[in-house]
């Protein structure tokens, strides 16, 4: 009996010249190759999620790269969505931001919790510039040892390229990682990359971008991990 089709929503604002736009659709057909599974994606335009947005219908959504999306406000309630309702969830780069910034608002309680991209004076800016931009930058990462994401890539060390001018504000994460959100990647300098929910069955966010290993033909570890999860909640 064939299985229904797992539905992934890809919060965002599609443009087709971001590189990561191009790379995710060839990653996740890499994953539905690799596993056998029928994956279906849909972009999800920030500016049009409401309340009414059906998103009971998918099994996992990935909050995509090209941030300041459209609406803050339509990306965090999908990513609120996707925490609360349990559905697998990965974020990389503007969704790790935005899977931050939802987390502190919605769990913490920080409803001045703000992203300096679109709020720079906000007396709770959560993520800030960089020291170092992570433009075309390609660093080694160092992860947490039995985290979700180590297990997709099977070792504790990986290098993963950027495309990044915003991370955590260093002056509020002890504070922001002390409770279910933890930190599960740090780069060669000790910035936080990677973290995860641990009362969640699959909710990572990266501040790297691994779908691009699939524009070189690779099939990124943690995309198939992912995937896998949405099946899971598939069946």
């Not at 679109?118 to 170092?132: G, I």
């Not at 390229?161 to 990647?185: D, I, S, T, W």
Request: proline share 6%; glycine share 8%; aromatic share 8%.
């Amino acid at each position: 009996m064939e299985t229904r089709p797992i539905r992934i929503a890809l919060i965002g604002d599609y443009d087709p010249q971001v590189t990561a736009h191009q790379a995710i659709p060839v990653a996740l057909e890499k994953a539905a190759e690799h596993s056998g599974l029928n994956v279906q994606w849909h972009w999800l335009a920030t500016d049009e999620i409401s309340a009414e947005t059906p998103l009971h219908r998918f099994d996992g959504f990935w909050c995509v790269p090209a941030s300041p999306y459209r609406s803050t406000d339509g990306a965090l309630k999908a990513i609120r969505f996707a925490r609360v309702q349990r559905r697998p969830f990965l974020g990389t780069c503007g969704g790790f931001q935005h899977a931050v910034l939802e987390y502190a608002r919605n769990v913490l309680g920080w409803s001045d919790a703000e992203h300096a991209e679109t709020n720079p004076d906000a007396a709770r800016a959560l993520l800030t510039p960089l020291a170092c931009s992570l433009v075309e930058a390609v660093d080694t990462i160092h992860l947490q040892e039995g985290s979700l994401i180590a297990q997709a890539y099977e070792n504790a060390e990986i290098r993963e390229g950027y495309r990044c001018r915003y991370g955590m504000n260093p002056q509020f994460e002890e504070e922001l990682l002390k409770r279910e959100l933890h930190a599960v990647g740090h780069d060669s300098e000790h910035g936080l990359r990677a973290v995860e929910l641990g009362d969640h069955p699959f909710f990572v966010a990266t501040l790297f971008q691994p779908e691009r290993a699939a524009l070189k033909g690779i099939l990124p570890p943690l995309v198939g991990t992912f995937v896998e999860a949405c099946a899971g909640r598939s069946s």
